[in-house]
């Protein structure tokens, strides 16, 4: 065996040290050394982060106390998103975290409530969910509490600071061994084979590597600029190329849900940390110049602004490789989906588990690097479809941007799950998808798409029974979730932090 003796990370924010980190936790320093190549004078993109629930599960795989990590980034609870007028204005649906089954199996509940709107009840499907129940009355309450009760078949996320999230993941390093390098990258040096030797700082200084992670962001200074690894654009399913941001004073106790809301061309956002708000407006310049974007932002604040608006441009698609010779990009350096379902973090965190399994040695056996991009693409492009979901059933044509979503080309993995799911609410059996049934089943729904009938294995249950025990465990979860503490209260209690200095 050859194995690395070295790593070097080429940019910080939250992809650098998140990297920095698993590496840390995996190996000793004696085992790998690990060095990360910043600079103060590049800045980060990050401006306030609304992740996933396996985020979570990253920081307990790098046990990391949970409470502390919260108070330490200014963090707030995630149960989901609310969508603001996307299928048609003045209209709101909520995506939740969790599952929905009524203390069923999944897909059996699915097809039961089904039936039940063929007979004519008026259940909604989100009054099964405790995530949607608990944000429609801004309460909060950890699952893993609750067992045995309807909140147990909730999920969480976190809304935090991204800075402070990568300064948090950059002390928990360097405790760890980590070597972090001050300094601008002028220069990238590569072997007569193409992979990259080393790269030179202004200061002249040169740091090699067996391995290198690039995280230098959009411009993706190893993997593209050095190694052309190519990319894929996907503005031909996802116009959106902007998002104009700024932070705001909190003006009311924050909500345990991201809010997502249509705008003329785009939607715009709004995070709620425990003292700050972080908003932003994603658009497609070909409908909306920067400043009627900055504008409508503006206009629609609920607090005093803290920082400045900016502009972030960007493109949105995924590398063709991105893992190459001995490079892996994460983050922005990968790709970029908008942040319509919060899954940046995410993606980040995914590289590092598919590195981690595909984990080379100094030849970096081209294998490996394959069936890793095979894998990340996967990830991509399931997520990419997603997002294009809530665009593509809109019933808006009150906007050119709009009208253009209404009638757009849909990717054909799009089309092929959608005709399947129009049939008996069904979807393809995908291997580790991040997206589970329940989360497109809360989007088609409250996009307007249900499926024309329901499994006839249902008829074999007795309607009358399962109607009453549809009708009791929506009390009952409604009853039990009324009585839970305000998300304000629960942050006061468990995990409050303090409020930041103001600059």
């Known amino acids: 065996m050859n194995p690395l003796k070295k790593i070097t990370i080429v ?37 306030g982060e609304s992740t996933i629930p396996p985020f979570l ?4 795989s790098l046990n990391i106390d949970e409470k502390d990590f919260i108070e330490k980034t200014q963090a707030s609870f995630k149960l989901g998103i609310q969508f603001s007028d996307w299928k048609q204005l003045n209209e709101t649906y909520f995506h939740p975290f969790g599952s929905i089954s009524a203390n069923m199996d999944e897909y059996v509940f699915y097809q039961n409530w089904l039936k039940s709107c063929a007979e004519g009840d008026d259940f909604a499907l989100q009054d099964f969910s405790a995530c949607s129940v608990m944000a429609k009355h801004k309460k909060f309450f950890l699952p893993q509490s609750a067992s045995k009760t309807p909140v147990s078949e909730a999920s969480y996320a976190l809304h935090l ?92 106790p924050p909500p345990p849900y ?43 604040l609920e607090g005093n602004p803290i920082t400045e608006p900016r502009i972030i ?5 995924m590398r063709k490789e991105i893992w190459k010779n001995n490079c892996l990009s994460l983050g922005l350096a990968s790709g970029f989906i908008e942040p319509l379902e919060s899954t940046a973090i ?19 056996q081209p294998a490996l690097s394959r069936e890793f991009n095979r894998r990340m693409a996967t990830d991509y492009r399931e997520i990419r479809d997603f997002i294009v979901l809530h665009y593509c059933l809109t019933e808006r044509e009150d906007t050119p941007f709009w009208r253009w979503c209404k009638t757009m080309q849909w990717p054909e993995s ?48 007795n309607y009358a029974t399962t109607r009453s025990h549809l009708t009791n465990y929506r009390q009952a979860l409604e009853d039990f979730i009324r009585q839970l503490p305000d998300h304000e209260v629960f942050i006061e209690k468990h995990c409050r932090a303090q ?5």
Not at 57 to 60: G, N, T, V
Not at 313 to 317: A, L
Not at 346 to 364: Q, T
Not at 499 to 503: D, G, L, M, S
Request: glycine share 10%; hydrophobic share 35%; proline share 4%.
């Open 346 to 364: 995410h993606l980040i965190a995914r590289g590092m588990v598919h590195f981690m399994r595909h984990f080379p040695e100094k030849d970096c």
């Open 161 to 252: 600071d991204a800075g402070l999230a990568a300064r948090y993941l950059r002390d928990y390093a360097e405790q760890r061994g980590v070597k972090r390098t001050e300094g601008k990258i002028v220069d990238v040096v590569q072997t007569d084979n193409g992979d990259i030797r080393s790269v030179r700082l202004q200061s002249g200084e040169e740091i090699a590597g067996d391995f290198f992670i690039d995280c230098s962001g959009f411009r993706g200074l190893l993997i593209e600029q050095t190694l052309k690894a190519g990319y894929e654009d996907w503005s031909h399913y996802l116009p959106c190329d902007r998002a104009v941001v700024v932070q705001t004073e909190n003006t009311a």
């Open 57 to 60: 599960e990253l920081l307990h």
């Open 258 to 300: 991201t809010r997502a809301t249509a705008q003329a061309a785009g939607w715009s956002w709004k995070i709620p940390l425990q003292h700050r708000t972080g908003n932003g407006y994603v658009y497609a310049s070909q409908y909306c110049s920067d400043e009627e974007a900055t504008q409508t932002l503006l206009q629609q």
């Open 11 to 47: 940019g910080g924010g939250t992809a650098g040290w998140i990297a920095a980190a698993v590496l840390c936790n995996q190996f000793s320093a004696e085992e790998l050394s690990v060095e990360l190549v910043e600079s103060a004078d590049i800045g980060t993109i990050g401006v």
């Open 499 to 503: 409020k930041p200095i103001a600059a």
């Open 414 to 461: 799009l089309q092929y799950t959608l005709d399947y799911f129009k049939t008996q609410g069904g979807l393809p059996e995908e291997i580790d998808r991040l997206f589970a049934p329940v989360s497109w089943r809360s989007v088609c729904e409250g996009m307007g798409l249900r499926p024309g009938s329901y499994s006839p294995l249902i008829n074999s249950f």
């Open 313 to 317: 441009p960007f493109q949105t698609g």
